[in-house]
């Protein structure tokens, strides 16, 4: 498998990845999903030199209104979208900033760094001395993902979306 560039990852790849995560139950929360699909909107706008209003990342992500407005509240705070306030408001992303935000970076603003160390299956304790049944299996596919969300970044992906490569919602 080739996790170096999530937008050229084939249908194979893909296949042998989502069976592999299936197996485990520690993916992105709704909230990172949600935040994950909102900065990817309003970088894609972004690109445009676009700014967006909250019920347009809504209806092109699909997510929830209220929960949208939490997880852009996080995302704002932590840098990785910028917020203003008026009639000429809403959210965008510097251009320039596009090649520096990182799948990683959404993923901590909203999740923590739970998804990169927690147990896989949610035990206090976890680690090599002390091994939940998952723990070796789970090793392998967190740091292969690990590595892709570090390496992925917002600009890679929004060009994708907006060259029609892929989709934010179907």
């Not at 979208?81 to 959404?106: A, C």
């Not at 949610?122 to 892709?148: A, F, I, T």
Request: glycine share 8%; net charge positive.
């Amino acid at each position: 498998m080739r996790f170096g560039n999530l937008l050229r990852i084939n249908s194979h790849d893909f296949s042998q990845l989502s069976l592999s995560l299936a197996k485990i139950d520690w993916m992105f929360s709704k909230a990172c999903e949600y935040g994950i699909r909102a900065t990817l909107y309003i970088a894609t706008q972004s690109l445009k030199e676009k700014r967006v209003k909250i019920g347009d990342i809504v209806q092109n992500t699909g997510s929830p209104e209220a929960f949208t407005g939490k997880i852009l509240g996080l995302l704002s705070k932590n840098g990785i979208v910028e917020s203003y306030t008026g009639p000429n408001g809403g959210f965008e992303i510097k251009r320039e900033n596009l090649h520096d935000i990182t799948m990683s970076d959404i993923v901590r603003a909203i999740d923590g760094d739970a998804f990169f160390e927690g147990c896989a299956l949610g035990l206090e304790h976890c680690d090599d001395k002390h091994p939940c049944p998952m723990h070796y299996s789970v090793q392998k596919v967190r740091k292969e993902m690990r590595d892709m969300l570090k390496k992925t970044t917002a600009y890679e992906l929004a060009v994708g979306i907006k060259n029609r490569e892929t989709l934010l919602k179907r």
